[in-house]
């Protein structure tokens, strides 16, 4: 879309790139041809975020490029929340956070007393901001749209890893099965092996405590001879998918690979990918490389997932359907 289309009535597209991911808002600036606002975003010498922005966003419909993740999640949920009051007070004639990777997703439900609901909390100061939506991508769980009181576009991640899987010739319903790595990811896995006609299995397994799988689960599903596609969602410490791999290489199978939507590799992540039975690590660039070691490992690649955010802020920002741009409605 070219830079002098890029408008919807009088209120012109502006996108505006915090700091947690900017190779990615450069590409989607990119495709979209309309360049990042000038702004500065720091930090004051106590660690306070400062928000400078350097140009007039006066009716703007302004779209904020963040990712809430690591290393440095408060500060990046801060940079977003600081940067959406400056635009407001900028006089933005609309405001649209964009976030690839929602920190706090997983804390979407109380499962304990006293214990807080991140996702919800999240999900507030943004609105008090100033949020007028929001647009995100594969989310934990389906309930969080639910937390904000403001339209939230939900972007599937899932259609862009099945193309992949296609195009890295792991789809021959002969040799390969999908499978889900826990009991909690079957919707996920289920519509990734509808979409390529492979049969499915299912890790079940059991948690002690978060970034903790026991030793004791079972595979459901005929998985012997054949490759094997663990399809997840997030890889924070990679310890279940490598648990995953070593129980489907117990019962037989052939080769494993993993494809998730968000690589956040935390702690010993890395050294457990080169220490397992997985041949491949696929994930999006949602999240960038957390460190020179997670860049660098050869078992891990990235696909942009910049063409999809493009899309979809170009038809947010015209007035079009979101969920036409994939094969299924966004939640």
Known sequence: MAADEASSGNHSLMLLG???????????????????????????????????????????DCFVLQSTCPPFTNHHVMELVMTIDALR?????????????YGYARSDKKLRPREPIGARVVANLLEQAGADRVLMMELHS????????????????????????REDGWADPNDC??????????????????????PMAIIAKRRDKPNEVRDDAEVIGDVAGRRTIEVDDIIDTAGSVCKGAERLRDKGAKGIRVYAAHGLFSRDAVSRIADSQIELVVV???VPPVSAQVEACQRIRWISVADILAKAIS?????????????????
């Not at 920002?317 to 966004?330: D, K, N, T, V």
Request: glycine share 8%.
């Open 89 to 101: 007070r900028a006089s933005a004639h609309r405001i649209t956070p964009v976030i690839p990777y």
């Open 177 to 198: 099965t999908v499978v889900s790595p826990d009991v909690g990811g079957v919707e996920r896995a289920s519509y990734v092996a509808k979409r390529l006609n492979l």
């Open 284 to 286: 999006t660039n949602t």
């Open 18 to 60: 915090c700091n947690s991911n900017v190779p990615l808002w450069q590409e989607v600036a990119e495709k979209l041809e309309v360049a990042l606002v000038d702004a500065t975003i720091g930090h004051f010498a106590d660690g306070e975020t400062q928000v400078v922005i350097r140009q007039s966003v006066r009716g703007g």
């Open 315 to 331: 038809h947010n920002h015209s007035g079009q359907s979101i969920s036409e741009l994939f094969g299924r409605s966004p939640s």
């Open 142 to 165: 389906a309930s969080i749209p639910g937390f904000f009181n403001i339209p939230v576009d939900h972007l599937p991640a899932m259609d862009l890893l099945a193309d992949q899987i």
